[in-house]
């Protein structure tokens, strides 16, 4: 799903310089991190019992009809070996490929056929490949979202054009350390969002959407009394975040339970220093970087309107982030508790 934190592994400071002695232990064991899994599994299943009709996320267009709910699960692998150190290419062999999995449990509910509100709960763990450093393991941020369809305009008969805007914010879960990029779980910074999406929808499927974000983040609470960062030394544990902005395009073909559409996005980050030479990265570096992607929503076959989605997005540029490669893969379904949903 989408989101306007920006946590996956590509958005992260990209180098982990730490003694060969450095580990951390996981925040959740194996056997927590089965129940927490198997928990999601039966969450989505669940959903199985209900009837597909157009799911939605935080970025796009569609809106859910009136007392609709759509519920589903999506699983996420992210992983990079290159990076970028500011804006130089950089290859680490003490960590190898850096890989960020995802399990993400999701659900929408349409207040009315205007206003929706969203609600995503994601469990992360990390991994280096190479090296000493342990990975990572928990819940990350709680995102919750309430999204508005500001006007819809017909276009005369082939479609319509709605405005649609977004308040979002996120909250940390669990007390995860931001201060071992990039296998932390997150910032664990508190942010909120604002958001502006226009989209087109034709009669015969054609998907146009723009969409984009401002998000404010706030300080960070290291487990130190101080830091150095940008060429300055702070007395303090309270880390300020440089502010986002996100700016995305999707176009493709969308109806009834088909979706095929190729995404363009970029994040800029509004300060932050880069990663130093030889050095740790940081919380707060600046993450700049734009993707690339390609978003496909299937029927299931012999399962009524059960949508399949399957989502890839590759990092092609930035500044202080990972090189990365994004796979999504899951199902969402709605519940509706009205007769018609809107498109």
């Not at 680490?92 to 490929?97: A, D, L, V």
């Not at 995404?263 to 993450?287: E, K, L, Y």
Request: charged content about 15%; hydrophobic content about 35%; aromatic content about 10%.
């Amino acid at each position: 799903m989408a989101s306007d934190y920006p946590l996956t592994q590509s958005a992260v400071p990209a180098l982990s310089r730490r003694p060969a002695s450095a580990s951390v232990p996981s925040n959740t064991s194996p056997k927590r991190a089965g129940q927490i899994i198997s928990t999601a599994i039966c969450f989505a299943l669940l959903a199985l019992l209900c009837p597909s009709l157009h799911s939605q996320t935080i970025d796009d267009g569609i809106m859910l009809a009136n007392r609709t709910l759509c519920a589903g699960a999506l699983y996420s692998h992210d992983s990079w070996s290159q990076y970028w150190e500011g804006a130089n290419e950089r290859v680490n062999g003490n960590i190898g490929t850096v890989t960020t999995q995802t399990f993400t449990m999701a659900a929408n509910y349409g207040i009315t056929n205007r206003l929706d509100l969203i609600i995503n709960v994601p469990y992360v763990w990390t991994n280096a490949s190479e090296g000493v450093l342990h990975g990572q393991a928990g819940f990350q941020d709680l995102v919750l979202a309430a999204k508005f369809k500001v006007i819809s305009i017909p276009v005369k008969k082939f479609g319509a054009v709605r405005a649609i805007a977004v308040l979002s914010g996120t909250l940390p879960m669990t007390n995860y350390t931001p201060d071992l990029q990039p296998l932390s779980l997150g910032t664990n910074s508190k942010t909120i969002s604002g958001r502006t999406t226009l989209n087109y929808l034709g009669n015969r499927g054609l998907y146009l959407n723009g969409t984009a974000a401002y998000t404010w983040r706030g300080n960070v609470t290291l487990d130190r009394p101080y830091y150095f960062t940008n060429n300055q030394l702070y007395f303090s544990n309270q880390v300020a975040m440089p502010n986002l902005f996100n700016y995305g395009v999707s176009v493709g073909y969308r109806k009834n339970d088909l979706s095929l559409l190729g995404d363009f996005s970029v994040q800029q980050a509004r300060g932050g220093g880069d990663i130093r030479p030889q050095d740790n990265p940081f919380v707060s570096n600046r993450t700049n970087f734009s993707k690339a992607g390609a978003t496909v929503k299937l029927p299931v076959p012999k399962v009524k309107r059960l949508q399949y989605w399957i989502i890839y997005s590759n990092t092609f540029q930035g500044r202080n982030v990972g090189q990365s490669n994004t796979f999504t893969t899951g199902l969402m379904y709605t519940l509706p508790f009205e007769k018609r949903a809107t498109p």
